[in-house]
């Protein structure tokens, strides 16, 4: 069974910054670096939403337009660990986070319905 543990989301002031972390273990026999990652969001009422995927080794990225030029992610597949870099964040950015694990090799995907694996996320709130 793979486990994902989101960390590092809280309370920042808009234009403030957080880095959100992800760690993926039990991988159901396949190691970290065969999954491609992604992030997705879901504020209160609204539907889930895709942020941001990366390739399986991290050398290629591909991010919502709400959030490009603010948001950055990355991988550290020596650690088991997703990160999300959120810079410049905005009170439009407040949801809850979460991380997904997908099998395959398109990064390109923001379908919830092609991701495999879930963290129980973490709660992001951008005060005005």
């Known amino acids: 069974q793979v486990q994902l543990l989101e960390s590092g989301g809280g309370l920042v002031q808009a234009g403030g910054s957080l880095r959100l972390s992800c760690t993926v273990s039990?991988?159901?026999?396949?190691?970290?670096?065969?999954?491609?990652m992604g992030w997705f969001r879901q504020a209160p009422g609204k539907e889930r939403e895709f942020v941001a995927a990366?390739?399986?080794?991290?050398?290629?990225?591909y991010l919502a337009d709400s959030v490009k030029g603010r948001f950055t992610i990355s991988r550290d597949n020596a650690k088991n660990t997703l990160y999300l870099q959120m810079n410049s964040l905005k009170p439009e950015d407040t949801a809850v986070y979460y991380c997904?694990?997908?099998?395959?090799?398109?990064?390109?995907?923001?379908?919830?319905?092609?991701?495999?694996?879930w963290g129980q996320g973490t709660q992001v709130t951008v005060s005005s």
């Open positions: 997904a694990a997908r099998e395959g090799f398109n990064y390109a995907v923001s379908a919830p319905g092609q991701y495999h694996y």
């Open positions: 039990g991988a159901s026999g396949r190691t970290f670096s065969t999954y491609v």
């Open positions: 990366i390739s399986r080794t991290g050398g290629s990225t």
